[in-house]
């Protein structure tokens, strides 16, 4: 009985076990290789030199990472924000019965648009000097408005409402899809016992879609360390270093300074802390995460 | 007060909230439309025109104007999304199945395994991986742009775990009682509880695939496999950054994800409904 | 079948221009097959009798370039009919995107044999191709000779990686008509930067909607700042020399002056709004920007191909000259003279004899339909008025006298005149990681002391201590 469900499960899962072997062990292996070395991503695999753990020495003791680090913590606190708002909208949308299902395309539409066409527009729209945003403060009275992308305390939340903006339909949606498993009796025998709306939320709906909320919660803490494009089209890591994260320092020295062998560690470095971070959560959820 | 005239209240309330905040959020989407209807040299111009001074379609017409063969992409493109989601539908609902409901030595080990490696950077794995599709034979071919979908998509076996967590196990152990398999037990149960997480799934993956950039940019050569995001950037020149076409094309290209889209909430609120008269 | 069809359009489309070019040039005949040049028969494979046909992959740079290599390739063809070489285009989008799927390719062995590169991009990539060298002397060839002087500071370790098919020299344009309506004088040589920004700065008018910026700064990125200072480079080896150098500073400094006196588009408008100092020149918004030998062809792809300017943009009166000098002291007619883009062959190559033959080919006989003026020296100069007084555009159709005689000789002569920044200055080499890294930092903290929130002190000294860090990882 156990042999079987063992070899069902592994039945089940067996593209998988191709998919782990190609994208992750021997991507994690080569990475962990390159790491171990000088290959500058020009050179011929064949002839770089072994420095051992060298870059990961340098890598300590370099004021760039730790900058990056500290900017990538400042960008997780963002990740609560945008989680809340899109159960807000979730439940917003799952109440609301007529025009719904239009509204639930608008909220959607800047997940599915071409980044770099909207990072162009989003750059006009916050322009410290005419840009829309900037025009409307002044007109309702703001003097002084934000230099937004262009200032060092502004930079970061400038790049974090780009990120909820973006992500927002997207999030709510995934909540909307769990909202619509949620079998309807629950509630049903909940207002039979005299609950109200809000007891009833936070008795039934919250606990309800708190896989969905991990879900949630682990993909952003992982797409946030690992954001870089959105950095390189808006701020390049600047004004100053306000803005510089670790995914686009692994891409600025491996694809722009050819040091390979320097990005693949700080890149491992990474990959552990956002392995760390997700074990902490997926160790964390027994508290507040209910299947079932 | 009445039951009615409070519900009508509050949906009123809700209704006005949502669409204010959605015309905040639509704003650079119609700036975009606007400028995609303007000449390159005017989209920059401030203050922010709304509505072009003069108007032309100029910029859609040189998406039809250069000898590109744009439906041929389209197909491409519709064929790795279409392969994609399947991909997601059938590996995605075994696996996800399998991680939540089969008890398995390693299970979670692999799980966890799985959750890895989307924490490396994909700049780190695109070497690698490339030395191993070109081994496979996969360079130049429409195949190397879906097949990771069929070798455990991770974003959507994470999604149907957690939703597959929630059915209950009883359900689950009274059919085996049944003398129901595994698999039957996943198709005929738990996957059509599922459709509306499925069917919030097939509308990422496609979107996904639609603006997949990086792999085709990585992975094919030649015009015949071509798919809409390269074409979309092969526009760009040596000197010269045309906005106008790169407006009119995001908006162009965006259409049939917005027929998805509304394809897709259909569905989704017919799920909703099925899994409302089966609960 | 799409690339036949397609092949087949721009055939169509290019046939004409291919035979007058054929018949007029009479570089033309000195370039065909190596075969017939005279050392070639004592060295190369590919000249011996019979051959094995053999297939270039060519890699494009956009689409542009595409349309460039199937051309180029008809008349290679056609001017070679017993070629033994077929070419297979391959395209790859423009920019970053272009290194990145090129790095990728090298780094698992995929084969392509010609290609375009930057001469920034490929320093760092310089083991990933082959000098040039040997295949010059097999067929008994001079590439300094052949391309000019400028192949001397463009080497890299001694050697050359590429072939240029045209000079970027840097050179100012302005728009004369309204220099002289300001009574501001004619701009030549020996003017210096603060005489290009007195005058600019009263040509400079209007606000909004009818702003006209006297001097328009033309590129959209930060590091230009320094351009100005030829002879500068951030750094020299792995070291860092912004500090105590009175040229960088000066340079960046004029930038400030134009930013905050609102004779260039503000620092913001400048950073973030991307526009286009050459398309503001031909709209009459701006009186002077700095640009190359591309201007006029750029105009005809934006009046032609995109609609974007209407025809009276063509009789703009338009001059050119030299770049200013920084100081009074400076020798005048400086300018950077880089061949930027140029073609070099990838040491995956597996067909290196035939690249270089067909690679020689585009540089040499080709100026017209890559339209530039060529940097090949021995080209006939009637192909470089062919250039700018005709052009195809992208609906096949041909335009023609487009730009005067004399006017292109004016520019002619600015392009021919301008003296190297390495002649006078001495050739800098640097580190291209390092380089880029201190550049980038260069970059993110350079807002600060535009904005007015640090001195210029400050941020020289903030980017040589912390710059000089950087450059310490590349030792």
Request: one cysteine or more.
């Amino acid at each position: 009985m156990a042999i079987k469900e063992n070899l069902t499960g592994y039945l089940f899962i067996l593209p998988n076990i191709i998919g782990l072997s190609i994208f992750t062990f021997y991507a994690i292996g080569f990475s962990m290789y390159i790491s171990l070395t000088d290959w500058s991503l020009v050179g011929r695999l064949k002839e770089v030199n072994f420095v051992g753990w060298q870059n990961y020495a340098d890598l300590m003791q370099d004021r760039f990472f730790w900058v990056s680090l500290w900017n990538n913590l400042w960008f997780l606190m963002v990740i609560p924000v945008q989680t809340l708002m899109a159960l807000v909208l979730a439940i917003l949308l799952h109440e609301l019965v007529f025009t719904s299902k239009a509204l639930r395309v608008i909220y959607f539409l800047p997940h599915i648009t071409n980044m770099v066409a909207i990072l162009i527009v989003w750059n006009l729209f916050f322009s410290p000097s005419q840009g829309p945003v900037n025009e409307f403060l002044r007109w309702v009275g703001i003097d002084n408005p934000p230099k937004w992308q262009l200032d060092q305390f502004w930079a970061k939340p400038t790049i974090a409402m780009f990120g909820i903006w973006s992500s927002l339909g997207f999030n709510a949606m995934i909540y909307l899809s769990a909202l619509a498993g949620a079998s309807r009796d629950l509630y049903e025998a909940a207002e039979i016992d005299g609950a109200g709306k809000v007891r009833s939320f936070f008795r039934i709906t919250l606990p309800l879609i708190s896989p969905t909320t991990f879900f949630l919660i682990v993909l952003g803490v992982i797409g946030s360390f690992n954001q870089w494009s959105n950095i390189q089209v808006f701020t390049e890591g600047g004004p100053g270093d306000s803005t510089y994260v670790l995914g686009y320092f692994v891409y600025k020295y491996g694809f722009e300074y050819f040091k390979m062998g320097y990005a693949s560690a700080a890149a491992w470095v990474l990959t552990v802390i956002i392995v760390l971070f997700t074990m902490l959560q997926w160790f964390g959820q027994r508290k507040w995460v209910h299947y079932n | 007060m009445g039951r009615k005239a409070s519900f009508f209240l509050s949906q009123t309330i809700i209704g006005a909230v949502l669409w204010t905040f959605a015309v905040f959020m639509m704003l650079p989407l119609l700036w975009m439309v606007s400028s995609s209807l303007k000449y390159n040299i005017e989209i920059f111009a401030f203050p922010v025109d709304w509505i072009p001074d003069r108007p032309t379609l100029q910029a859609y017409r040189a998406l039809l104007d250069r000898s590109y063969n744009f439906p041929l992409f389209y197909l491409n493109t519709l064929y790795v999304a279409v392969m994609v989601c399947l991909g997601i539908v059938i590996v995605g609902s075994l696996s996800g199945y399998a991680f939540a409901k089969i008890r398995f030595v390693g299970r979670d080990f692999i799980f966890m395994l799985k959750i890895a490696a989307i924490a490396i950077p994909f700049q780190v794995t695109m070497v690698p991986v490339f030395i191993m599709f070109g081994k496979m034979g996969l360079m130049d071919t429409l195949t190397s742009q879906w097949i990771s979908a069929f070798l455990g998509p991770v974003f959507a076996i994470f999604l149907l775990r957690q939703f597959f967590k929630t059915v209950p196990d009883e359900i689950v152990e009274s059919a085996k009682m049944d003398g129901a398999s595994h698999f039957r037990i996943c198709w005929q149960i738990c996957v059509p509880m599922a459709v509306p997480v499925l069917v919030t799934l097939i509308i990422i993956s496609f979107v996904g695939s639609w603006n997949a950039y990086e792999p085709a940019l990585l992975f094919i050569r030649s015009r015949e496999n071509y798919v809409i995001s390269l074409a979309v950037k092969i526009f760009q020149r040596e000197y010269f950054t045309d906005y106008a076409a790169t407006m009119a094309t995001t908006v162009v290209s965006n259409i049939p994800m917005i027929v998805a889209l509304i394809l897709g909430q259909k569905y989704m609120l017919r799920g909703l409904m099925v899994g409302a008269v089966k609960g | 079948m799409i690339i036949l069809a397609l092949s087949v359009v721009i055939t169509a489309c290019s046939g004409s221009s291919n035979n007058d070019a054929a018949s007029s040039s009479p570089a033309a005949s000195s370039s065909a097959p190596a075969a017939s040049s005279p050392a070639a028969s004592s060295a190369t494979a590919s000249s011996e009798a019979p051959k094995e046909p053999v297939t270039l992959k060519v890699a494009a740079f956009g689409a542009g370039w595409a349309q460039y290599w199937q051309r180029i390739y008809d008349r290679f063809k056609e001017m070679n009919p017993d070629t033994n070489i077929s070419v297979d285009i391959q395209e790859y989008p423009t920019g970053a995107d272009y290194n990145k799927a090129i790095d990728v390719a090298f780094a698992s062995n995929e084969s392509i044999d010609v290609m375009l590169m930057h001469h920034n991009d490929l320093l760092p990539r310089k083991d990933a191709f082959l000098p040039l060298e040997p295949f010059a002397q097999a067929r008994g060839l001079d590439l300094i000779e052949d391309y000019g002087p400028a192949m001397v500071f463009q080497q890299i370790d001694g050697k050359n990686y590429q072939l240029p098919y045209v000079y970027a020299t840097d050179m100012m344009i302005y728009n004369k008509k309204m220099f002289e309506e300001a009574g501001v004088g004619i701009p030549d040589e020996n003017w210096t930067w603060d005489d290009w920004i007195a005058a600019a700065g009263k040509l400079t008018s209007g606000s909004g909607a009818d702003k006209v910026y006297g001097y328009s700064i033309p590129y959209s990125s930060l590091d230009s700042a320094l351009k100005p200072a030829y002879g500068y480079s951030l750094v020299n080896g792995t070291t860092v020399t912004i500090a105590g150098d009175a040229r960088a500073r000066e340079a960046i400094e004029l930038h400030k002056e134009l930013f905050d006196k609102g004779i260039s588009p503000d620092f913001t408008t400048y950073g973030l709004e991307k526009m286009d100092s050459r398309v503001l020149m031909a709209q009459g918004k701006a009186a002077s920007t700095t640009s190359n030998y591309w201007v006029p062809i750029y105009m005809n792809q934006l009046i032609y191909n995109n609609g974007t300017l209407g025809e009276e943009a063509l009789s703009l009166d338009w001059e050119y000259t030299f770049m200013p000098k920084l100081t009074a002291a400076d020798t005048p007619k400086v300018a950077a003279v880089t061949y930027a883009y140029a073609f070099s062959i990838p040491a995956i190559s597996k067909h290196p004899e035939e690249a270089f033959d067909f690679m020689r080919f585009a540089a040499n006989d080709a100026a017209d339909i890559i339209g530039v003026p060529p940097a090949y020296t021995k080209a006939d100069p009637g192909i470089v008025y062919k250039v700018y007084s005709t052009f195809l555009d992208s609906k096949g159709n041909m335009h023609e006298n487009l730009y005067p005689q004399d006017k292109i000789d004016r520019m002619l002569k600015v392009l021919k005149e301008t003296i190297p920044a390495p002649d006078v200055y001495g050739v800098i080499t640097y580190d291209s990681g390092a380089y880029n890294a201190v550049r980038d930092l260069f970059m993110r903290e350079a807002p600060e002391y535009y904005l007015g929130n640090i001195s210029l002190d400050d941020l020289i000294n903030k980017v040589q201590t912390e710059g000089q860090k950087e450059a310490d990882k590349f030792k």
